[in-house]
């Protein structure tokens, strides 16, 4: 490859990564495509280094040392380290990673790399790049990494930032060991809130179990084990939280965190703690960054540039907690990094769509934009054949680029539409653009600022694939999937007209010219699929030859645009193997066969005139040589025909000389990984080549350098650009001038738009014209769409010529077809008048039969295939249909149905019961098989029972015997027993304590509840086939009932009840004509078999009707072929023909008495019928009284059915609360297991891992050991020099040695004087320097010492000789100490790090302790579990002696005990009771005696008492006034008299009062009667809904009471309990009252006889 010349790359363009960083204070680097560009802030200088790999993966710069490392694209990948600016390879890093590397980052605190692959083992890893050397890795830790970042100060830090988890990985090492230890981060919630963790991670023993077993943590709960356990379950089970965008160290060794919801965090490595500088969902958020969320972050001295979604970049300054916005900018468009130069002194932003600014703080507050390449992917690139060598590109976003020489952009345009090709014009300075809408543009590009649109024409309705140009620019020719090549006026003057078109078979491939001057003639090769091949190879080639002038004439092209025969020269050939691509050369092909990765050279044949243009001519490759590795690949010959270029997916540029294909030069353009190479092209000197990335977003400009061997090569190529520049310079300077003078497409409208105005289609379809049709018909194909190409408005041109040349020929044509239509009306309307049988058919009306005859093929064609659409919706929903009934209908043993009542909305369901598999049998069996055995073995160990003791009286026994039902049903926990479906084989609930007997249980339980439902649908069947026989009586006396109304000629509805759907499912899949809607469709066929059906049933009843023997019958019979009753109640006896005829004057006494015998009769016969009416009458009430009778019955036994669906319910919901008790106990069996194995498995790595921290402590601990000894070696080393000092100056005088002493104690300060002088914007300068002194200490020692050692620090009469020994056994003595600091930080070091490795150890310990102790707590759960077993009661009401304070008691504190418990307790109580009631009783009656004995004393004593004080009352009487007057007056008649007149004239006024009260009561007696009636009339409203509501009331009342029963209960024993407290109570008080009246008695009796003194008192006074 060598021997003929080398590639070299000129400039790259392209923005393939959004990631951008910094190499020295001036320069930066980026990706583009396989290559990395090196861009001068300041001269906009470029330059690019080709990767020495495969592509370009992951890239990190360093700034402060001037080093960048990439790592390349392939499997097993290496890293490379390059030196900046020498741009030299320090060393390639191989590591282990298999795949990829994601992310890569330099220290800045000494040569360390830091990486992360891919998948699959995710590694970090940290390198010292000098030495080549692993320092640690750690697998499995970088799985969602998207960035690295050392620490800045400590490059013991590294920082890996994941899409949602942030970790601090803390590097520790011990001399030459390092370990990779992580710290993980956990980040809060997206509210902002601090999330704790769900559970614990060690498990204890609870005193009291949960209502459903012990509490286990979610990873036993899933079954997971393992590393990965705790993982999944966290983000299963915890809130989601923030997600990180951004990190940023700070001065203190903290992290800036921006996350992608808004927050700002404040990290702290040490503590691992985090808090929230940001919380966007406050209400005192920062308005400005209330929108931002933080995609990238930078420190400097000032404070923190922050960027986020917005075109905004914040300076933000944080004090403590707070946070404040100091400084804004504004940019053009969105930026996703940000980063500072070195020197601190220029900010860089960038976005990954290509954009580059720069700001300057300490300069101008001016953001600069200082690189706009745009991002994206290239779709095609040309360089312009003018001698500017300007290059154009287009990117699949539509953006138009123009690009100088040196790779700087000039200038862009947006053409707002997707592109897919590109070509440059050799005779005038524009571009033609494909769009994939099927446009060509052209775009001017004589103002290289302002590129512009001046013409478009629409040639396709899919993307134009392929534009070329011939050599010298005639024409421009276009290839697309459509198999059409237009052929275009390449000049300006003629407007890019388009010349014509050619079809060509199959889709167009490649698409080459070859200009021929001598001939006058332009070659066009085309490579072209075939028309039935369908994949994207050709092997098809079309040699199309045009004319080089003169093909504009009219003769070229016919009326649609075709170009004519006689100008278009057509060659097809064929070639062995299908190409992908072709060009054509100098009477020769060249093409690339992708099946065979080869490149192959055809020879033309000279004389093909002999050869006609449908003759196929086989070609077979002249030569053939090695293509590219990885295709498919295509072809590009240089203007001079000599350089043959090749590019492929492989992302290989090959060059080789037509004339020697074998050999070639090679340059890796782009990413193989990427897509390779879309496109290349040569300049007009063939000196240059373009090429376009495929999705790597690169353009890539490569000079051929042909060595000095091969100059004539060289100068034929610039001979050639030149002559074909002379040779258009005039073609160019005029098309030029007329291109510049084209106004922008846009502006002005172009000529050829034209506007057609649609035509408008009545809507009246009932007397439409045929020629209206027609017309309507044509005009509507012929309305052009709106986005018409150049060909169909050809057409459509055409058409109109047509139309205005044969416009009268038509319009007679249209008249003589509305005539004749009229004509055919007529007649039509004529037929339909004559008789059936002159009748005509209308298809004989029908003048045009082939039209007709297309026409009905197409409906037919569209019946058929609407049929098929129905019949396939139709077998769909059969199919559905089928599937349905099979799994929902035949799979069941039991059919569901119901039961209704009759006179209610009653209903009754069975049991849906499918077939018990084979498998569920086998278990079944083998459980009973295994339950008798353990039964016999438990029987054969049972004890023989002892007799009962003779003490247990028959008392004693009875209840227990009553009670045993009970019992059994209460420990049983279920109804099953009482509705008859025992099953022997059940385990006792007690005895449930393996999981096997638990899986037992529950089999056999289901089926307990298999029996049970089988047992109800037993009785439902039975009662279902009453149903069905009450419903046949109730049609026959229905039937009898309808023959009596029919007699009695009455109009009742009768009653007919019927089987609902509900209760006769299998009428479903018989469907009822009357349910079918629409009209059945028949078929011809059909059709024809009804018609024989109805005649056939024609004459049979024809036949019938002609039955001479049955018409004679009838005649004899006079109707009626036997004798009915039914007609009896119609007779009527014939009155006598003289009643007609003469008036009963004119009687004769004969006639007389016949008519008195026709009364006679005809009143018997009118009892008789009355008799007889009645009767029928009865027997309809007894026919209806015996239908309602019988319906009562049977709803009366459906509801006893309901009643028992009820009870079965019950059982069957108890059984499955029981398997549900079960199902859950296994499933804690297992949960405890997987809990178990956890622990287990974890112990083991603990085990294993403390072994191996035994082993490292170990080992470090001999390390540090053996250190120290050498540290004390070292240290009393240097401590002999210190003493050996004097004896080194035993020739000195002792002052001198004295002041020698001093200057040898004396030490330069180094740290102090470099942070005075510097001065510097980094905001970690002074901690990096101070950082910096540990690795360079010694030598920054040295250079400061020789200050101290310069003569004229020397004392003064010293001897020189003297003075440089002093100097070397000072610095000896200073070399020393420094080697007794490193030693003794390296000591320091290794103790920290053997420090951590014990407690790791101590650690492991404990945690292998809390383990043990974990899994004996949980054995003693699992036995306690197993021993406390859930049992299910069954308990009556009375027998609950719980409080409920709701619907549902608490159980919590309750104690099961076994009811003879109770009884005993019980009835020990009752005895006792009844004793101290006896002796209650006693004390009562002894009492009682007393009291009374007590009372009658009292009594006697009061009558004494009350005898006395009737005497002293006798004796002190005082008479009234009134009572003297009356003794004293003797007119006792005359005040008698007044009294009685007062007392009438009273009772009159009260009479009177009276009187007017009654009337007063009357009328309000009335209205009382009228609201009385009201009342009634509400009441009889209420009485007819009181009955509903008492059936409602009724099943309240009985569910409130069955609820409240002991409530009711402890109610009652309260209220009692209050009534004795009240009664207590008021005895108190009444005694209280009693003691008080006695003594309110007493004080009255004695101030009585104080006032009123007796007359014996007088008497003795």
Known sequence: MDDIGSLEIRWIQGFTNKNIEFVDDKTVCYTCGSHICFLNLETKMQSVLQSPGRGIGALTANGNSGIFAFSEQKLSPSIFVYSFPELQLKNELKGTTPLDYTSLTLSDGGPYLGCCSSLPDHTITVWNWENVEQLCTQTQAGRDVISLVFNPLNWLQLCALGTSSLTVWNIEKSAGFHLLKPSVIELPATDGSFVERLWPTSHTVSKQFTYFGPEMPPSAIIGLRGDKAESIVTNLCTKARLTPAAICWTATSELYVGCKEGFLLLVDPERLSVSVLFNPTTADAIPELKQSNFQALALNRNGLIAVGKENVVHCLQTKGAQISVTQTWQLE???????????????????????????????????????????????????????????????????????????????????????????????????????????????????????????QVHLYHRPVDHLVFDQEGHYLLTGASDSH?????????????????????????????????????????????????????????????????????????????????HILKVSQYEVPHPLKSCVLGVGEVFAYCHRRKTLQRFQLPQDTDSVSSHQVVQLKPEQEVKGHPLGPASLVLSPHQSWLASVGQDGLLHIRETASIEQYIELQCHSYRLGGVRSVSFSADSQTLLTAGFNDGSLVCINLRIKSLDADKVNNATQYSQSMGYFLKRIFIKENKVLIDLPEWGRESPASTEKTEESEISGRTTTVDVTEQDESYNSLLSAPRSHSTWLESRQEAAVEEDNQQYSETKKNLRKRMKEMRDIIQEMIRENEKAPEIERLELQEFNLDVEEQKRLDAMAEQEVSRVRNEIELEILEKCYLRDVLKRECWDSMKVKGRAIKAFHSEHEVKNYLLKERSEKELEDLHRVEIMRTMEKAACTLQQISPEKNSNTTSMKEQEPGEEGHESESVAVTGSYSTQLGCSNPYLYDQFSLQTTEQKINQIILLQDMIYRVKTAFNTEFDAVHRQKVQELSRIRDRNRQIREIIAELEMNEKLWEPSLDVSEWPERL????????????????????????????????????????????????????????????????????????????????????????EYEKKSKELSTEKEKYKKSLETEMKKLHASSKEATERFDETLKKLFEKKIKCEMAIYQEELKITYLVYSVHMDEVMRNRELELKLRLEKTLAFKDEIEEEVKKHEKEVELFHETYDSVLAEDKVLDKEFRKEFFDVPRHVVDHLYRLFKRRPRVQKMRTQIDNNQNPFKEQSLCGSLAPDGLGKMMMAMEELDAQENM??????????????????????????RVKALALAEMQAFLQKRRDEDKAAQQEIRNLTDEIESLHKEKHRFLTDIMVQVLLKQGQVEVSTTGFTPDYSDSVLLHRSVVEDLNSTIRTLGEQKIAAMVETKDLRKGIIQLEWENKMRRMQIEDLKNKARDIQMLRLSEDQKEYLNKTDLDSRVSKQV?????????????????????????????????????????????????????????????????????????????????????????????????????????????KNFPSLDQLKHN
């Open 1355 to 1380: 004392p003064e009469g010293l001897n020189p000789v003297i003075w440089e020994r002093f100097c070397l056994v000072r610095r000896t003595k200073v070399e020393s100490e420094q080697k007794v």
């Open 333 to 455: 468009g969105p930026v996703t990094t940000v980063t500072y130069s070195p020197d601190y002194e220029t900010l860089l932003l960038s976005s990954n769509m290509g954009q580059i600014y720069m700001l300057n703080p300490t300069r101008s507050e001016k953001i600069v934009k200082i690189l706009d390449v745009l991002s994206g992917n290239f779709m095609a690139a040309a360089l312009s054949q003018s001698d500017k060598n300007i290059s154009v590109s287009v990117r699949e976003s539509g953006e138009l680029q123009l690009w100088s020489a040196d790779g700087f952009c000039l200038s862009s345009l947006l053409l707002q539409a997707e592109v897919t090709s590109l070509a440059c014009c050799p005779i005038a300075q524009y571009a033609a653009v494909g769009t994939a809408s099927g446009n060509v543009l052209f775009i001017d590009l004589n103002r290289e600022q302002q590129p512009r649109l001046v013409h």
């Open 1069 to 1156: 899949f018989t469907v009822d004509d009357s349910e079918i809607k629409a009209e059945k469709y028949l078929t011809p066929e059909q059709k024809k078999k009804e018609e024989m059906k109805k005649l056939e049933e024609q004459r049979r009843l024809a036949a019938k009707g002609d039955n001479s023997r049955e018409r004679a019958l009838d005649d004899m019979m006079d109707g009626v072929l036997e004798v009915k009753k039914e007609g009896f109640l119609k007779m009527e006896i014939p009155p006598p023909e003289f009643v007609l005829t003469k008036p009963d004057i004119h009687w004769s006494e004969e006639e007389k008495k016949v008519h008195k």
């Open 485 to 565: 090549i237009y052929v275009l006026d390449a000049k300006p003057s003629k407007r890019f007209s388009v010349i014509g078109y050619t079809v060509v078979p199959g889709p167009v491939l490649s698409l080459s010219t070859q200009c021929i001057r001598d001939l006058e003639q332009v070659n066009v090769l085309a490579l072209c699929t075939g028309q039935e091949s369908k994949n994207h190879d050709g092997s098809l080639l079309i040699l199309l030859t045009l004319p080089a002038k003169d093909l504009a004439g009219p003769d070229c092209v016919d009326r649609h645009g075709c170009l004519s025969n």
């Open 1541 to 1649: 007149s007062t007392l009438k004239k009273t009772i009159a006024f009260q009479e009177k009062t009276h009187l007017k009260d009654v009337e007063i009561r009357k009328n309000k007696i009335k209205q009382l009667s009228r609201q009385a009636a009201m009342k009634a009339e509400k009441n009889a409203v209420l009485d007819q809904q009181i009955h509903d509501m008492q059936v409602t009331v009724a099943e309240m009342r009985h569910l409130y009471q069955a609820a409240a029963s002991e409530e009711s209960q402890v109610a009652k024993t309260e209220q009692r309990y209050q009534e004795i407290l009240h009664r207590r109570k008021l005895k108190d008080i009444a005694r209280a009252q009693a003691e008080e009246l006695a003594f309110l008695s007493a004080e009255v009796e004695r101030l009585r006889m």
